[in-house]
């Protein structure tokens, strides 16, 4: 079955260390998302990439990176510059035309101390 | 950035009872997609609109475009508790531009 799996479900990091969730999907959609969601703020946008070799920032990028080198992967480190990096990260795909809106994955909790 | 106005941002109702939620932008969208997350996990669509006043429904689920293009309705009939979680709206203007989601609805059922 097509779908997007993110790993692993909850991750410990110690303050200072850089941390990297995983984003794979098999639904060959050309687009992949990374959303942050804190209690009460919905989704924001982190980055995305529309092509292989693409991406861009989204509305929260300071102290996040990204890569896409494979259609299937899009890989989101968490900086140690990142301030207040505890929070509850959320991959998504879809075609170019957005209109059929976002597969999700099952979300990555991450937790730094 | 555009914005979409979710409401209420939270809501306790009783088990059987109906619930109402809406999503509102000053911008016009072409397509409005709801969506539920379950706790701990990733949203999952429920329902998309794709014309103006189009009513779709999906069991005991159903959703509205509005007419101006600008809101949208998503209304759960008697509900149960596994309906507990964040209703999302999100707006779709077209092509390969963004969706845009708004902050949510947290429902909690009490059986």
């Known amino acids: 079955d097509g779908g997007i799996t993110q790993s692993p479900k909850y991750l410990f990091r110690k303050e200072g260390q850089n941390v990297t969730l995983s984003c794979e999907q098999n639904l060959n959609h050309d687009a992949m998302y990374w959303y942050r969601q804190d209690p009460g703020q919905g989704l924001r946008l982190i980055y995305y990439?529309?092509?292989?070799?693409?991406?861009q920032k989204g509305d929260i990028a300071e102290g996040y990176s990204v890569s896409r080198e494979k259609k299937e992967s899009f890989p989101l480190t968490v900086t140690s510059a990142q301030k207040n990096p505890t929070a509850f990260y959320l991959c998504a795909s879809s075609i170019s035309y957005s209109a059929y809106g976002y597969t999700f994955g099952s979300g990555t909790r991450l937790t730094v101390v | 950035g555009q914005q979409l106005n979710q409401s209420p941002q939270s809501m306790f109702i009783q088990e059987g009872e109906d619930v109402s939620m809406n999503c509102t932008s000053s911008?016009?969208?072409?397509?409005w997609l709801w969506y539920k997350q379950d706790p701990g996990e990733g949203p999952v669509l429920l329902i998309a609109?794709?014309?103006?006043?189009e009513l779709t429904s999906n069991g005991r689920l159903t959703a509205q475009f509005g007419i101006t293009r600008k809101d949208s309705f998503l209304n759960i009939s008697a509900s149960i508790p596994s309906d507990v979680g964040i209703y999302f709206c999100a707006g779709s203007q077209g092509g390969s531009e963004k969706l845009v989601f708004g902050k949510g609805t947290k429902l909690t059922v009490n059986p």
């Open positions: 609109l794709y014309k103006a006043g």
């Open positions: 911008s016009i969208f072409n397509t």
């Open positions: 990439s529309q092509i292989v070799n693409d991406f």
